[in-house]
């Protein structure tokens, strides 16, 4: 049989979010929730996870859409990455969100792709997603964490057994926004702080997110607080088309005239969970945005990282991705 092809599974297309809910639990782990499928489906098409039963979430009206609230925004967990890029509201209000959005992977992909998705998938590690045994698949090892491990992707921070980083372009930017997640499970609805949302390998090696079996991201809320504020965001790839970060950054910054009122600086792709910078935060607070602030702030922004054998280069990246972040928001 050709690997191209998918094992076939069933599929339910639930039309509401209780229905959903409650196949989740009575399928419990044989069930596979699907948003945009583009993650899902490249497990699938490799076999290296092979679920029973697909929930696919596309169906559900009431958790598409993009609405204003609290002076903030509620948008649907299955809004498409390509309506967020392209959305007014987010532009004018967010636009880093839009621009992280915009930065995903191709037009087609980004078409299908879903934010919640895009959040929750799962980690990009080349043994990993080839299917290999390693630590974080319930193994005894880390390939890539090896004399000869192809490591030059992989962690700065937060290294604990695995050393895989967090793929997602939009996950810096929610962080950044102060972002909350609404999720919906057999004990109701509860909601999580984008920051408490993501998880490293010491609190769970299995996991990328907090979220439990069964739940469900039906929205994600972005306060007041940030609107309008002075964003940034850019990402640095191997190749100029379709390509994960090698590191991103995505920043906020509220200003009182040219002084630094508030502020928020967050890397992807160094560390498992999206890398909130305190320390540079808590230095350019109270400062102007000027060349020297920025300077300040690309010194102390990879300060701690503990590089694997290839990937040394992504700590002047990062200092660079900040200081720039810094000076041009
Ligand atoms: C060629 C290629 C290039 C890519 N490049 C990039 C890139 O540059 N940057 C980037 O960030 N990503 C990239 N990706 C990854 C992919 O685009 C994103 O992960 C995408 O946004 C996933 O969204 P989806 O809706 O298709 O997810 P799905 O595959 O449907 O779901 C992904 C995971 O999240 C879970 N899930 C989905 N929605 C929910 C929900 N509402 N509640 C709970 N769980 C949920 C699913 O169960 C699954 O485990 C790339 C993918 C491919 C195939
Ligand atoms: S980095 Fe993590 S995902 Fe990759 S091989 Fe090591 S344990 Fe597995």
Redesign the pocket.
């Known amino acids: 049989m050709s690997r191209d092809m998918m094992p076939s599974f069933e599929l339910y297309q639930p039309d509401t979010l209780e229905g959903a809910l409650k196949l989740s639990k009575d399928l419990d782990k044989d069930g596979?929730?699907?948003?945009?499928?583009?993650?899902?489906?490249?497990w699938f098409k490799d076999r290296a996870k092979r679920p029973g039963a697909l929930v696919d979430?596309s169906g559900i009206a009431a958790?598409k859409g993009i609405r204003e609230k609290d002076g903030g925004l509620e948008i649907g967990?299955?809004s498409?990455?390509t309506e967020i890029a392209e959305s007014e509201v987010v532009k004018s209000k967010y636009t880093v969100l839009a621009r992280a959005a915009a930065?995903?992977?191709?037009p087609q992909?980004?078409n299908?792709?879903?934010?919640?998705?895009?959040?929750?998938?799962?980690a990009?590690c080349w043994y990993y997603r080839a299917g290999v045994d390693c630590y974080r698949a319930g193994g005894n090892t880390c390939y890539a964490d090896t004399p000869q491990g192809q490591n030059r992707e992989h962690c700065l921070f937060g290294a604990s057994r695995c050393i895989a980083v967090t793929?997602?372009?939009?996950?810096p930017a929610v962080v950044a926004l102060e972002g909350t997640l609404v999720?919906a499970g057999p004990q109701g609805e509860r909601v999580v702080a984008a920051e408490e949302f993501f998880i490293g390998p010491a609190v769970d090696i299995t996991r990328m997110t907090i979220?439990k079996p069964g739940?469900?991201?039906?929205a994600v809320r972005l306060p007041a607080k940030w609107a309008g504020a002075k964003f940034y965001f850019e990402?640095v790839?191997d190749r100029a088309t379709?390509?994960?970060?090698l590191v991103n950054v995505a920043a906020a910054l509220i200003m009182d005239g040219t002084t630094i009122k508030d502020a928020r600086v967050v890397c992807g792709a160094v560390e498992c969970i999206p890398r909130r910078l305190k320390a540079v935060e808590q230095a350019i607070i109270g400062q102007p945005q000027n060349d020297e602030t920025a300077m300040v702030a690309g010194r102390i922004a990879a300060q701690g990282a503990t590089p694997v054998q290839y990937n040394g280069y992504k700590v002047p990246l990062m200092e660079n991705l900040v200081r720039r972040a810094v000076r041009d928001s």
């Not at 739940?215 to 039906?218: A, F, G, K």
């Open positions: 596979w929730l699907v948003a945009g499928g583009q993650d899902s489906y490249d979430l958790l967990a299955l498409t990455l930065r995903v992977a191709s992909i980004r299908a792709a879903t934010l919640g998705g895009n959040l929750c998938q799962d990009r793929p997602s372009d939009t996950a999720i979220l739940e469900i991201v039906t990402k790839t379709w390509d994960f970060a």
